[in-house]
């Protein structure tokens, strides 16, 4: 019976100082030499994690918390921003002074050419600011926005914007996706063309955007560092991404 097994990156993968742990480099070997697919599940853009991707041989993702759907290399699912409730979250968000970033496949870019907000966020994740292009949305396809802003200015956005679905993943900054979106719905999109069952579906997470994904797998496994809510929506909670919980959980699991 053959298996797939995706991951979160940021405290899945990445420890809390953004590196991989070897251990869980072995087990993501011990995956693939057992013949279990391995796939990535992130809410990062595919160009952010590209070095991961080659360091762990994983050529499966689903990008943009279910946007953007690779399966061996090959583009299988997309699902782009609207352009027009866009040109609505541009005005709004320079009205209010809440920077953009607009992010494709390939490149993100600012909508201000230097802002704290920004800068700390993306800092979080080891990114410079990125270049400004106020009218990069205009000009290509973009599979998710980062709005950044504090929580107390976030209700505003939701009533405003029922198109887009807004998840939050640093106290500066929400990621913006096409409403309904999430890493589910983009595995959903890779288990119709694998034909896979679900029960043979695993999935490792710890952040707010990983809920669905946990409840909608046979197996749902959420790391020691996981929120609170996230470890709740999981099948099985593992020990913190310092130590070693992929590894364990899949040993566990009697995958590896």
């Known amino acids: 019976m053959t298996k797939i097994v995706f991951f979160d990156i940021d405290g899945t993968l990445l420890d809390h100082d953004k590196q991989l742990p070897e251990k869980t480099k072995e087990a993501v070997r011990l995956l693939r030499d057992k013949g279990v697919y391995t796939a990535i599940a ?22 943009f918390n279910g946007q953007y759907v690779v399966f061996e290399d090959e583009v ?12 609505r979250l541009n005005e709004c968000a320079n009205k209010l002074e809440h920077p953009l970033v607009y992010m494709n496949e390939k490149v993100m870019r600012a909508n201000h050419p230097k802002h704290t907000y920004i800068e700390e966020s993306l ?5 410079p600011h990125p270049e400004s292009a106020p009218d990069f949305y205009k000009e290509s396809e973009l599979y998710q ?4 802003c ?13 198109e887009f679905t807004f998840i939050r993943w640093h106290p500066y900054s929400l990621d913006i996706l096409p409403a309904g979106g999430s890493k589910a719905e983009g595995i959903k999109k890779m288990m119709e063309r694998l034909k896979f069952k679900m029960e043979d ?16 797998a046979g197996t749902g496994v959420a790391m ?11 099948d099985m909670v593992t020990t913190d991404v310092a ?12 995958l590896i």
């Open 123 to 127: 800092g979080s994740l080891k990114f």
């Open 145 to 148: 926005t980062l709005i950044f």
């Open 243 to 254: 130590e070693d919980g992929i590894y364990l959980a899949l040993e566990k699991l009697n």
């Open 224 to 234: 020691g560092n996981a929120l609170p809510p996230v470890k709740k929506a999981a």
């Open 76 to 87: 299988i699912y997309l699902n782009p921003l609207a352009v027009d409730a866009l040109e």
């Open 201 to 216: 579906v695993y999935a490792f997470g710890d952040g707010l955007n990983d809920i669905e994904m946990l409840k909608l």
């Open 150 to 162: 504090e929580e107390s200015d976030e209700s505003y956005y939701r009533e405003q914007f029922p």
């Open 42 to 63: 992130t809410g990062r853009a595919p160009f952010m994690y590209e070095d991961l991707r080659k360091e762990l041989d994983i050529h499966s993702f689903v990008s």
